[in-house]
T-cell receptor
Framework: AQSVSQHNHHVILSEAASLELGCNYS??????LFWYVQYPGQHLQLLLK??????LVKGIKGFEAEFIKSKFSFNLRKPSVQWSDTAEYFCAVNAGGAQKLVFGQGTRLTINP | GAVVSQHPSWVICKSGTSVKIECRSL??????MFWYRQFPKQSLMLMATSNEGSKATYEQGVEKDKFLINHASLTLSTLTVTSAHPEDSSFYICSAWLSSQETQYFGPGTRLLVL
């Protein structure tokens, strides 16, 4: 069965710090990878996704993620975080062609001004 | 684009009553919608996959008779929590599958409190 691990449960950073949130999945076949963000009191929003092609994908709000197939990883990065990036971040995977998503446990990001 | 709404946004009900939650895709058609449950400070747990015109597919451990799902049109799925109990209190989130983007888009969620 597919599984997704987000090793960082809660990350606390200061504004302007660089961010990297880890995401690893277990599935041997083709996968589609997603990062969603849930701001306090709001619904999940798609940050970025990877299906194929360039393993470095850019999303909204300055976020990017790199797919490393050999490591089964899809880490989320941002060079300089802002207070407004405080939110819960979820990595999700579906087996290529499937619609059902498997979510990681989520990482709570707190940015101190 | 790709907006999904849920109604109501929150509901309080007495134990033993039934509650219906609606999920609508506002600007696209969705043959498939999903229902999740999210506990405080936890991830989303998939409850069921709602298929337009056919029966929903429930995840292991989810009682189909308790959580009734109806997907009557390409833009509407409903989740009815029957004979609700306090342990059903939770945050229920739906999503709709946008096939052209192979992506799920999420609704804002419904907070249910059963007294």
């Amino acid at each position: 069965a597919q599984s997704v691990s987000q090793h960082n449960h809660h990350v606390i950073l200061s504004e302007a710090a660089s961010l990297e949130l880890g995401c690893n999945y277990s599935y041997g076949g083709t996968v589609n990878l997603f990062w969603y963000v849930q701001y306090p009191g709001q619904h999940l929003q798609l940050l970025l996704k990877y299906f194929s092609g360039d393993p470095l994908v850019k999303g909204i709000k300055g976020f990017e993620a790199e797919f490393i197939k050999s490591k089964f990883s899809f880490n989320l990065r941002k060079p300089s975080v802002q207070w407004s990036d405080t939110a819960e971040y979820f990595c999700a995977v579906n087996a290529g062609g499937a619609q059902k998503l498997v979510f990681g446990q989520g990482t709570r990001l707190t940015i101190n001004p | 684009g790709a907006v999904v709404s849920q109604h109501p946004s929150w509901v309080i009900c007495k134990s033993g009553t039934s509650v219906k939650i609606e999920c609508r895709s506002l600007d696209f058609q969705a043959t498939t919608m999903f229902w999740y449950r999210q506990f405080p400070k936890q991830s989303l747990m998939l409850m069921a996959t709602s298929n337009e015109g056919s029966k929903a597919t429930y995840e292991q451990g989810v009682e189909k008779d308790k959580f009734l799902i109806n997907h009557a049109s390409l833009t509407l799925s409903t989740l009815t929590v029957t004979s609700a109990h306090p342990e059903d209190s939770s945050f229920y989130i739906c999503s709709a599958w946008l096939s052209s983007q192979e992506t799920q888009y999420f609704g804002p969620g419904t907070r249910l409190l059963v007294l």
